[in-house]
């Protein structure tokens, strides 16, 4: 007979822990919260606030007061925001998400989820590295890492690139920016292929300049370098910048992949999503797209500092003035 009881103790002992562990369930995690966002665990007891970075468990309550915002990634991997003030339960919020597609919008939202958690970056030097060196690019000091320090070491009278240090382009067109130098009138453009030979020249006293790559018959898949110097003071010089003309198959292939992107996003006009579409651009350094899609994220949630914070990150991750 005891051991009937404690069979039986044993076994209610489980089933309340099973219970317990699934209304415990981590449904969401936070990706960002704005104004007074409260959180009730379990649906009962006090009113916490929300943090950045917090967990969301099923049968908890969300509470937002007017003018708050919140940004939640679900545990299959799919985004919800909030911004109308009410009560919401995280188990219907579950239910709304749960049956929809999520293979690539999962990947990126935890690559969000873990930028924002982590100063490391989305991509690393070591992995841009990595990239060129495949495309059979000499190394020419263009670590970011390297030239952003290089930078704190000199005077405000350098020359310093505004346009993405290291990009791949969808199209021939390519932008080349730099600050202006005062009482400096002219600037001496020069663009060369890895082997340090010279494609393309142009004296300007404009602090930028378009070129048509097609025109210039540049070789696609392979990294061309280009630099600025003072016409009149040739030892005040840029660092050299690099770009890559992208082929035909690579742009299908990242085509094919945005298409699929596309479709589980659907018609989503959301912050969220636009940053899933910066964080997919910037995988395949298409910078120009990543900051398009940064920018619009900002547009709809202009006062959430985690965007912006991630926004910033980008900037300082490719941009050598950080602008």
């Known amino acids: 007979m005891n051991k009937i009881y404690v069979t039986l103790g044993v076994t209610i002992f489980i089933i309340m822990l099973i219970y317990t562990t699934a209304a415990q369930t981590n449904e969401f995690r936070v990706l960002a919260a704005k104004g007074e966002v409260l959180i009730q665990k379990n649906g009962k007891g006090n009113w916490e606030k929300i943090y950045t970075g917090g967990q969301i468990n099923a049968n908890d309550k969300i509470k937002l007061i007017p003018g708050s915002y919140l940004g939640l990634v679900h545990a299959k991997g799919k985004t919800i925001e909030l911004k109308k003030d009410g009560t919401y339960s995280a188990t219907k919020l579950s239910k709304e998400v749960a049956g929809m597609k999520s293979t690539m919008t999962g990947q990126l939202?935890?690559?969000i989820?873990?930028?924002?958690?982590?100063?490391?970056?989305?991509?690393?030097?070591?992995d841009n590295n990595k990239s060129m060196n495949q495309s059979g690019v000499v190394e020419r000091n263009l670590d970011s890492e390297f030239i952003k320090s290089n930078s704190l070491q000199v005077s405000g009278d350098r020359i310093l690139i505004q346009s993405p240090i290291k990009e791949h382009l969808l199209g021939n067109d390519v932008m080349f920016e730099w600050n202006k130098v005062p009482s400096e009138n002219e600037y001496d453009f020069y663009l060369t292929d890895r082997y340090d030979r010279l494609e393309f020249s142009k004296t300007t006293s404009d602090s930028f300049l378009v070129v048509d790559t097609k025109q210039l018959n540049l070789e696609k898949g392979v990294y061309y370098f280009w630099r600025v110097i003072v016409k009149e003071k040739?030892?005040?010089k840029s660092d050299e910048a690099c770009f890559m003309i992208l082929t035909d198959s690579e742009i299908t292939g990242i085509n094919d992949t945005l298409k699929l992107l596309k479709e589980e996003l659907g018609n989503e006009q959301t912050a969220i999503s636009k940053l899933m579409y910066a964080v997919f651009f910037e995988k395949y350094n298409l910078i120009g797209e990543a900051k398009a899609s940064y920018l619009d994220a900002l547009k709809i949630a202009p006062d959430v500092e985690v965007y912006n914070n991630l926004y910033h990150n980008f900037l300082r991750r490719h941009y050598q003035s950080g602008y």
């Open 109 to 111: 939202a935890n690559l």
């Open 113 to 126: 989820v873990s930028e924002v958690g982590s100063t490391s970056g989305l991509l690393s030097n070591k």
């Open 234 to 236: 040739p030892e005040m």
